[in-house]
């Protein structure tokens, strides 16, 4: 989905650190790990009690449908799903398929419950800050094309409709422009689960990009780990270790993805109340819910609201969300309730 290679969960790593699993007797086969590329990213599937025979055809069918859900989302593919419902100037009801209309309409609750700041309608804004599949620009955007680019967002102008068990997107806007790159992810990863489940398989970590979703145990018998590790390039070290106990777990990062123009660093996340990249001190925003499509969403509406607004609303909401953000060139965080019920005794923090 994304055009540069990402490393492995930025910010959401597998835990294999010995404090992770106390030594327990095996129970059946030894885990399995299956490992590729989609998205732009990387994605991971981690099995206990799985036939080793089964490894070819799994990593085939994980595959096949990562290539599916990237069909239907991808925004740097000119003939996905979305790209054509992007390319289409008119306005009659689009059919989509019931995953796309689920994604969208998740996506407009949380941007509602954001007051926008999760905003799927974004593209032209990221687009013209050189994180579509345009290109960079060479010097700041200026007021006139920012005005403009917003000008052509909006979460009231795109709609789901379900009539006689079809669904279908519209929109009022003809240049609208649909991105649905942030929540992607946390797609992929939810119907990893759903493909694992279809197997017959109860034990399992799956995982695209920085979202995650674990069930049942590891091969050692111990509830799977998720690592949060520390905001810096250069440091391998781990904040917090949670145990999802079932749920979906995803991570956004304001400067892993970036580049300099003007002197600035330019993030990929963008204030559609603005229209500027994301400029204040809130390092990375890691939810925890139900599903890791839900998780994937707040986590960038909480990034865009920054760290004040984005504590506000979750204690407001309720919503499990551990932050790391910079203070006086030092790095601070803080979590909420519900998140600090997810970590694990083994955590690090
Ligand atoms: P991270 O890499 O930090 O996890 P994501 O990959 O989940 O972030 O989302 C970043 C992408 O989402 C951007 O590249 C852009 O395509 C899109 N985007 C940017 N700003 C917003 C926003 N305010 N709301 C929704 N999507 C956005
Ligand atoms: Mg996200």
Known sequence: MKSKWRCFSSFIVVCLLATCDAPQPSKGPDGMMLEGRTMGTFWRVSLAGVAPERRAALQKAVQQQLDNDDHELSTWKNDSVLSRFNQYRGSDPQPVSNNMADIVTLSLRIGQQTQGAMDITVGPLVNLWGFGPAKQPVKTPDVQQIAAARALTGLQHLQVINRAGQAYLQKDLPALYVDLSTVGEGFATDNLARLMEREGINNYLVSVGGAVLTHGENAQGNAWQVAIQKPTDKENAVQAIVDLQGHGISTSGSYRNYYELDGKRISHVIDPATGQSIQHKLVSVTVIATTALEADGWDTGLMVLGTERAKALALRNKLAVYLIYKQ???????????????????SAH
């Open 328 to 346: 006086k060139e030092r790095f601070e965080s803080w979590m909420s309730p519900q998140f600090a019920a997810f970590l694990s005794p083994s």
